[in-house]
């Protein structure tokens, strides 16, 4: 256990509100439903975007397929913030969730893949009339985003299946501690 | 009822694999399967409705043909994927009111995929003033549908009333019979 996993268990147990409203009825259900949804929003408007950097749709020109991609900003906003309450009411559930850990990852490969897609060849494809010969580079960081994104639904699910026993993962005692209140609690 | 038949169901040898192997590629991969086709079929599905609603308008609608077997192929990672998850747990499922509510909403969804299918593959070579309106209420009652499946199949973890065939049923205060059971 590092210390930056105890400062992030640390400082997510310190939104209380958040956790208070996951804890209410349907909440917890009901929050897991819009992440599920904005899911589905971000990896459909992202594989169509990756198919078409893949190849796939040759005569759509990015400049006009690249409208859809605020919806999977959108996607990727609502995911943020409800998967931010997943976290901040049972912080314990993640930071010492190795499927958790690797989500993580690749969600900052993903990001990364983004970010140089934008800084390099976006400019240069935006410019293209439909149907013509894209860098071949295109493909590359189509391909990545397909997989980060497979990868990051995949760790998600599996997050539940890596559950460290509860309060029982830390070693430090500050971190045992930290959660007599909860197991007496319930 | 069937209790019978799921008591038979929940003993063979491929429902106690889904529900007790330790291995990562019964249940847990599965289940992730089943969230990568719902990425597919429904993500798909809703970037084609926005289309139909207008995002990203000046790309003609016939160009996207060739999403459609990666969509089906969502289809059917889900079909065989649920018949799995549904083989591991039948009584959790099929006892359950919300996991018909699921069913349902999926029906339409794909009923109503046929009809984008159709306008798709039509695309802006029939520009029949008529059809654009209703088309866009498909689009919208398509996205309904599938926030309604995904929000229903989540909700099926907390909503069960019984879990195996020999469980006793749990009280739902939201159900206003009581459940049969043992």
Known sequence: ?186 | MFDPFFAWLESTSFSVWMRESPSIFSFPIILAVHTIGLGLLAGINVALDLRILGVAARVPLAEFGRLWPFLWFGLWMNVLSGLALLAAYPTKALTNPVFYVKLGLIAVAVALLRSIRRYQASGDQVPTASRRPSMKRVAVASILCWAGAIAAGRFLAYTYIRLMADSRPIPRPWIPWVPPGP
Request: proline residues 6%; charged residues 15%; contains cysteine.
């Open chain 1, 1 to 186: 256990m590092s210390s930056l996993q105890i400062w992030l268990h640390a400082t997510l147990r310190g939104a209380t509100p958040v956790a208070e409203l996951m804890r209410s009825a349907w909440a917890w259900p009901t929050v897991e439903s819009i992440h599920f949804i904005g899911l589905t929003l971000l990896f459909g408007t992202i594989a169509v975007w990756d198919l078409r950097l893949l190849g796939l749709l040759p005569r759509v020109a990015i400049a006009d397929l690249h409208r859809l991609i605020p919806f999977a900003v959108l996607g990727f906003a609502i995911n943020a913030t409800s998967g931010s309450m997943f976290l901040m009411t049972e912080p314990d559930q993640y930071v010492y969730n190795p499927a958790f850990h690797f989500k993580f990852f690749l969600l900052a490969i993903a990001g990364l893949n983004v970010a140089v897609f934008y800084a390099t060849i976006f400019r240069r494809l935006r410019s293209l009339p439909p149907g013509a010969v894209a860098p071949r580079m295109m493909k590359l960081f189509g391909a990545i985003s397909l997989m980060c994104w497979i990868g990051v639904i995949v760790c998600g699910r599996l997050i539940t299946f890596y559950r460290p026993g509860l309060c029982r993962s830390g070693e430090p005692l500050a971190f045992i501690i930290d959660c007599i209140p909860r197991i007496s609690g319930r």
